[in-house]
C-alpha cells in the first residue's frame, strides 16, 4: 500500500516538475491588441483590426483578422480549429505548402511556434493538435518573434516595412480529403 503512494505522489511530482519547465510559445488576439508571449517574455502589440472573415472547410472552422500594426504593416491572423477528436495529421510544412502552393523551409523553431519562409514568412503557433494560428506574411515581424522567443526579449517593431506580396490561404476540401491533412479516425 505504502509503495502504490510513494509511486503515485512520484508521478505526481514528476508531472508537476514537467510542467513548470514547459516554456511554451503562444500568441493572442484580444482587444485589438496582439500579444506574443511565453514564461519568460511576453511583447503586447497594439493593432487595428481592419476585417474579419470565416471560412467553413470540412471539419476546419477558419477565422482570419486582417490586422494593421502600428508601424503601417498589414498582417493575417488566421486561427484554424477542428473539433477536439480530430488531428492535424500531417507536419505544419507540409499543410503550409498545400494551402499557400509554395515551398517553405523552417526559419526558426520554439516550443509550441516555427517561423517558416516560403516567398514571405508564415508565424505558426501550435498551442494544442486542434488548432493552429498562422501570422502571414511576418517578415516584419520575424526579428520581434525569434528575439522574444530565443533570446527572451520584447523589443519593438522595425520602423521601416519592407512591402512583400503574398497571398491569402487557401484552404481546399481537396486538401483535407485527397491529401489527408486530417486524421479522421474513422
Known sequence: MKAGLIFFLLVVVLIVVFTMRLNIAKVSLKDNRLVFYNKKCKNAIDVNVIKKESDLVDELDIDRYYLKLPNGDEVIYEVVDLPPARAFDKPYI????????????????????????????????????????????????????IECFKN?????????????????????????????????DI
Open 152 to 184: 527572451n526579449k520584447a523589443v519593438p517593431l522595425p520602423k521601416e516595412v519592407k512591402k512583400v506580396p503574398f497571398k491569402k490561404s487557401r484552404w481546399d476540401i481537396k486538401l483535407i480529403i485527397l491529401d489527408n491533412i486530417i486524421n479522421k
Open 94 to 145: 507540409e499543410i503550409l505548402e498545400g494551402i499557400f502552393d509554395m515551398k517553405f523551409k523552417k526559419v526558426f523553431e520554439s516550443d509550441g511556434f516555427v517561423l517558416y519562409r516560403g516567398d514571405f514568412d508564415v508565424a505558426l503557433f501550435y498551442k494544442a493538435k486542434n488548432e493552429l494560428v498562422l501570422i502571414y506574411p511576418a517578415d516584419n515581424l520575424k526579428d520581434v518573434l
